[in-house]
């Protein structure tokens, strides 16, 4: 079975300086790792995601992810938050080997607080 | 504009009754997902869809059930509603071509359920 953690139920960084969002997942396989984000009273929105390739991957609005098969880790990252950055961030994993039927699954989100 | 429709923004009810909750997904995708989302449990995964047939089930409980109709959109159909099944319900859809948009999940705004 596939699993995500996402051990941080909040995360608060001042304006400007450098954000981390942590992530860990479990497959059996390969992973597709993604992240989404979360307006108050919005549907999630895709961020980024890591299929292959290089491990650190550029999103939208600034935001990167590094993954890290060892650790299996998926942090994301953003060099100068922004207030408006503040919102409800979901790791997501599925597992490259679960064929078309694409069952992803979601942590259970971290609050970022970006405090001017 | 995420391109997934998801009807009502709003739905009050009462204990015992039966709601049903209607999504329409991007043009051109033929997997639809249902999530609900509480602030005890997080997003978690109900059921999936693709052209028609059931693919994948989550935590859904057997008073919800969902379909999906030949032009693609979707009903998750909730019964006998409790006052716990009070929270948002996410609808996504995606696509399964061979592009890099594949596996991207595309969120609607929800429906707030409130069970009183």
């Known amino acids: 079975a596939q699993s995500v953690a996402q051990p941080e139920d909040q995360v608060n960084v001042a304006e400007g300086n450098p954000l981390t969002v942590k992530c860990t997942y479990s497959?059996?396989?390969?992973?597709?790792l993604f992240w989404y984000v979360q307006y108050p009273n919005r549907g999630l929105q895709f961020l980024l995601k890591?299929?292959?390739?290089?491990?650190l991957v550029k999103g939208s609005y600034g935001f990167e992810a590094e993954f890290n098969k060892s650790q299996t880790s998926f942090h994301l990252k953003k060099p100068s938050a922004l207030v408006s950055d503040s919102a409800l961030y979901f790791c997501?994993?599925?597992?490259?080997?679960?064929?078309?039927?694409?069952?992803?699954?979601f942590g259970i989100g971290t609050k970022l607080q970006v405090i001017p | 504009d995420s391109g997934v429709t998801q009807t009502p923004k709003h739905l009050i009810t009462a204990t015992g009754q039966r709601v049903t909750l209607r999504c329409s997904p991007r043009?051109?995708?033929?997997?639809v997902y249902w999530y609900q989302q509480s602030l005890d449990q997080g997003l978690q995964f109900l059921i999936q869809?693709?052209?028609?047939?059931?693919?994948a089930k989550g935590n859904i409980l057997e008073r919800f059930s969902a379909q999906q109709f030949p032009d693609l959109h979707s009903e998750l159909n909730l019964s006998s509603l409790e006052l716990g099944d009070s929270a948002l319900y996410f609808c996504?859809?995606?696509?399964?071509?061979?592009?890099?948009?594949?596996?991207?999940?595309?969120f609607g705004a929800g429906t707030r359920l409130s069970v009183l």
């Open positions: 996504a859809s995606s696509g399964l071509g061979q592009s890099s948009a594949k596996n991207i999940q595309y």
């Open positions: 497959v059996s396989g390969n992973p597709y």
């Open positions: 890591y299929i292959t390739g290089d491990n």
């Open positions: 997501a994993v599925r597992d490259m080997n679960s064929g078309g039927y694409q069952k992803v699954t």
């Open positions: 043009s051109g995708d033929l997997s």
């Open positions: 869809y693709y052209n028609g047939e059931e693919r």
